[in-house]
């Protein structure tokens, strides 16, 4: 399996179709979200960094985000395609992926956009906090991501356009969770990842 890139706002479901994905394929999946609140649970250094800036709506800085990713990448078995949810979410983050994978004799392979209208995204993640409880899905921690989502993340689009691996589901043509699910396969089989 190629490596696949899952991209998009905050609540566009990059988790839930991850899993989807990882069911069906029996790939690897990288959740950065889901390794940050790990080391916050066992009040690790990087736990610690990253609890301020999570419950802020912040990114971690780059330099810190790439080792965690390497070293997460890096204890999965290999000869597995890998899901990347959350990562990159800069352009810098994009390029440090893209030579981690090429000293490691391998590529970026498909990247797989969500685009979901943002009214929808609140009310998913209001949903969320409800329950989940995450401590970053309150309404105004919801508002900076939505705001650091399109000042840092969003350009890495363009990255990609260039890169060649840029490929969009959009919800409005598919509007439920099933009918994404479906697109998404279709998309992977016919990219032959
Ligand atoms: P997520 O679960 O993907 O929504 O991530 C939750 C939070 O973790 C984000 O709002 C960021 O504060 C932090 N985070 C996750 N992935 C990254 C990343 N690649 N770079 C910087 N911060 C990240």
């Known amino acids: 399996m190629k490596n696949i890139i899952i991209f998009g706002a905050p609540g566009s479901g990059k988790g839930t179709y991850s899993d989807a994905i990882v069911e069906k394929y029996g790939m690897n999946h990288i959740s950065t979200g889901d390794t940050l609140r ?16 999570i419950d802020n709506g912040q990114l971690i800085p780059d330099e ?13 078995p290999k000869g597995k395609g890998v899901i990347f949810d959350g990562f990159p979410r800069t352009i810098a983050q994009a390029e440090a992926l893209k030579q981690m994978l090429a ?48 000042a840092q993340t969003e350009p890495i689009l363009e990255w990609f356009d260039k890169e060649g691996i840029r490929n969009t589901v ?17 998309l992977i089989e016919e990219k032959n990842a």
């Open 64 to 76: 810190l985000m790439v080792k965690i990713l390497a070293n997460t990448y890096d204890a999965l």
């Open 170 to 186: 959009k919800w409005a043509d598919h509007p439920s969770k099933e009918q994404m699910i479906e697109a998404i396969f279709n």
């Open 103 to 150: 000293e490691r004799n391998n590529e970026l392979g498909l990247v797989i956009e969500l685009v979901v209208e943002e009214g929808i995204l609140m009310s998913r993640l209001l949903n969320r906090a409800k329950e989940q409880g995450r401590a970053d899905d309150n309404e105004v921690t919801i508002k900076k991501r939505f705001d650091v989502y399109h």
């Open 38 to 53: 790990n080391e916050i649970k066992k009040g690790t250094e990087v736990g610690k960094i990253a609890k301020g800036l």
